[in-house]
């Protein structure tokens, strides 16, 4: 414990005198208009809605990290997958779905009985399934990532934390724009967007995306193709203004994949296997699969925000309905054998609403309160086929989901504010499911149950100067238990108390912003979710606690070159965990290294025919990840740096825009997910790791026509 404490001690030492001290450190590439109006003297205010209210990032007493649309082309992040590289703290797995892990925790697992406990929030509307998660980012106005646990005004599960995607808003104003992507791997992206006012009350906008690439592995028995992409997809957006004081905003949304999703490569041919008859890859860009792997995702949206602002208060209500359907096929032994290959199928349809009732009015006082309201029935089911028995598992869930929340912010001195907030949270889970083995049914039941849950928040923040603001919280987070598919049983709700310091500043004349904090969690019953030879398994460890220290690093070192850095250290342990007669306790979290770093620059220069020249270089660099609670070094990640590029060039009048990209260009093959294997039995080995890689080297040219 000491030598934790010291290295965290040390870390924020360090970083404190690095962030105060140094001339020349990370900026915010946002910065240009703002630069251009200042002179250079001021980076680019960031408005969020963390609080469910504008506010100025540096203002809000939470752990955030905040990209505009302009940044994220400009940085190459087209999916979530594409944040950890950018944000403190955060990582992805790729396997077929998004599972999103944030300081370490993040659950995922087959099954419409199971929850993440990452959210996932598109213009205020709650995502329910994290089967379609991932999915490419069109026309964004901005990504915010709420680091820990948003118990009062996000809360159904968030425990690991909350990303908001905010789509651009109708414009009043007549533009538009089309946009062409070419590739290696034949890359194809096509886009457009037009937007602007119908009438005098009425403006609209509508994207469409088309998005397209060919696989980089090939199947040596059949030729086949995997890890491609196939998406197409599109949002329109209605804004009225009924009343000078009254908008309501119609969005809809949808996204058609037709993919082979993420197939895993076989760590190891053992002589069962090749006695079998397994074809064996000659590299490590071959796979020889006897099921083709499919990942076909549907996802379709509609809602309603209704917006009223008086003097004194305002209402808000958003209201969404949610359709998706997955197919998902998995060829599990991972070769020409047919010995273990599973079919999942989900189908979700979800209605959510939430009522927001807040002031308007600029006193001593900042309040909200509200109600949230989700039902989802969600139908399901996995195939699991051996050589025999094939083994189909139905099952079907409705979600019933309530919640009541309020809190205050009292500004007790101009510089000093204390913030209070308390939400109720009630949910109730209906399950059926029936298993079949070769055709009769073996199984069936229609387990109910139900968990309820306060979850307070309490937090301080002093503004030491105008420049450097300081907080210190606790929060309480809760996330409802659920079902395992078929008859494994049940799993608990989990809880944790957050606490966190942190310190934010924009200094030397607001050319450097830094952001510093720290936190532990203090869990009980943790959901930990194991993937055994491609089968889902959700247990609770008993205690686990989470240490961590985070910086992010902002500045404009001159009129023409920026720079950018994150840091993150983490201590993720289970300190209580038996499960099957093995002693977890002393192991590391999953997904959760121990050290992370990302660098970005940024140059512009300005051309004498009046356009722009951009040359952007990121790095990341990403610790060893445990992917198993077994702690087991062939279920462990090596450690792995990735470098991006762009090069890109702006017209005078800002209507043609051209750009050199390339992503991952040292070509690293990193793994996004480890898992045990299946021997030529059937059974599962954990001498035999399975592995799933992210995506390769990847270059292009990007051309964009604004109007």
Avoid at 293 to 306: K, L, Q, R
């Amino acid at each position: 414990m000491n030598k934790r404490n010291s290295v965290l001690n040390t870390l924020l030492g360090a970083t404190c005198i690095f962030a105060l001290g140094a001339g020349a450190v990370f900026a915010d590439t946002e910065a240009e208009e703002t630069k251009k109006e200042n002179d250079g003297s001021l980076l680019d205010e960031m408005v969020i809605t963390a609080q469910k209210r504008e506010a100025n990032m540096q203002d809000v007493p939470l752990s955030v990290s905040a990209f505009s649309g302009e940044m994220l082309n400009k940085v190459g992040i087209t999916t979530i997958e594409d944040l950890q590289f950018f944000v403190p703290g955060i990582t992805v797995t790729n396997d077929s779905m998004a599972i999103v892990n944030i300081r370490g925790i993040g659950t995922s697992a087959f099954g419409v009985a199971t929850d993440p406990s990452v959210t996932v929030y598109m213009d205020g509307v709650y995502q329910p399934r994290p089967t379609t998660g991932y999915q490419d980012m069109f026309d964004v106005e901005r990504v915010e990532v709420l680091r820990g646990p948003q118990g009062v005004l996000f809360g159904r599960n968030s425990t690991g934390g909350t990303l908001n995607v905010i789509s651009k808003d109708a414009s009043d104003e007549f533009e538009g724009a089309i946009g062409i992507t070419l590739g290696n791997l034949n890359k194809r992206t096509f886009s457009g967007t037009v937007a602007g006012p119908l009438s005098d009350k009425i403006r609209g906008r509508a994207t469409l995306l088309r998005n397209t690439r060919d696989g980089i592995y090939t199947d040596i028995v059949n030729g086949n193709k995997y890890q491609d992409q196939d998406t197409f997809a599109g949002r329109g957006t209605l804004a009225f203004d009924l009343s000078d004081n009254f908008e309501l905003v119609l969005r809809g949304d949808f996204n058609s994949e037709r993919e082979t999703g993420y197939p895993a490569l076989r760590g190891e041919y053992t002589p069962d296997i090749i006695a079998a008859g397994a074809t064996v890859p000659g590299n490590d860009r071959e796979v020889a699969f006897d099921t083709q792997p499919v990942s076909n995702v549907d996802v379709w949206g509609v809602s309603s925000t209704a917006t009223w602002t008086g003097d004194t208060v305002g209402f808000k209500s958003i209201t969404g309905y949610r359709e998706s359907s997955v197919d998902i096929a998995i060829d599990v032994d991972v070769t020409d054998l047919f010995i273990f290959d599973i079919g999942f199928q989900e189908n979700s349809k979800s209605f959510s609403q939430e009522f927001q009732l807040y002031n308007t009015d600029a006193g001593r006082v900042d309040w909200m309160a509200g109600m949230f309201f989700l039902n989802e029935d969600g139908v399901g089911g996995i195939d699991i086929l051996f050589q025999n028995p094939e083994i189909v598992i139905g099952e079907s869930n409705v979600t019933t989901a309530y919640a009541l929340f309020g809190q205050s912010t009292v500004h007790v001195t101009d510089r000093l504010r204390a913030t209070a907030g308390l939400r109720y949270s009630y949910e109730k889970k209906k399950y059926i499911f029936a298993t079949d083995v070769n055709g009769t049914e073996v199984d069936s039941g229609s387990p109910i149950d139900s968990w309820g849950a306060w979850t307070p928040r309490f937090a301080l923040d002093f503004d030491f100067s105008d420049d450097v603001m300081g907080y210190v919280s606790a929060t309480r987070g809760f996330k409802s238990g659920g079902f395992q598919l078929g008859d494994a049983g049940s799993f608990d709700p989990e809880y944790l108390w957050s606490y966190e310091a942190g310190v934010k500043s924009s200094l030397m004349d607001n050319r450097l912003r830094a952001n510093l904090g720290v936190f532990r969690y203090d869990y009980v019953n943790l959901q930990v979710v194991e993937y055994i030879g491609g089968v889902a398994t959700t247990s609770n460890a008993g205690k686990a606690v989470v240490n961590g220290v985070e910086g992010e690093f902002l500045a404009r070192v001159s009129d023409n070159l920026d720079l950018n850095a994150t840091i993150a250290y983490l201590d993720a342990t289970y300190d209580v965990f038996f499960e099957g007669g093995v002693d977890f306790s002393g192991n590391r979290l999953a997904n959760s290294p121990e050290w992370a770093y990302s660098f970005g620059a940024q140059h512009t220069t300005d051309l004498t025919n009046g356009g722009t020249l951009t040359i952007r270089g990121d790095y990341a660099w990403r610790d060893t990840v445990n992917f198993s609670r077994s702690n087991l070094p062939q279920f462990r990640s090596n450690t792995y740096s990735l470098l991006n590029a762009n090069v890109s060039y702006t017209s005078s009048n800002g209507l043609w825009e051209a750009s050199i990209y390339g992503t991952n260009l040292a070509d690293t093959k990193y793994a996004t997910y480890i898992t045990a294997g299946r021997n030529a039995a059937g059974a599962s080995d954990d001498s035999i790791p399975i592995t799933v890689r992210g995506e390769p080297r990847e270059f292009g040219i990007k051309l964009r026509r604004n109007f």
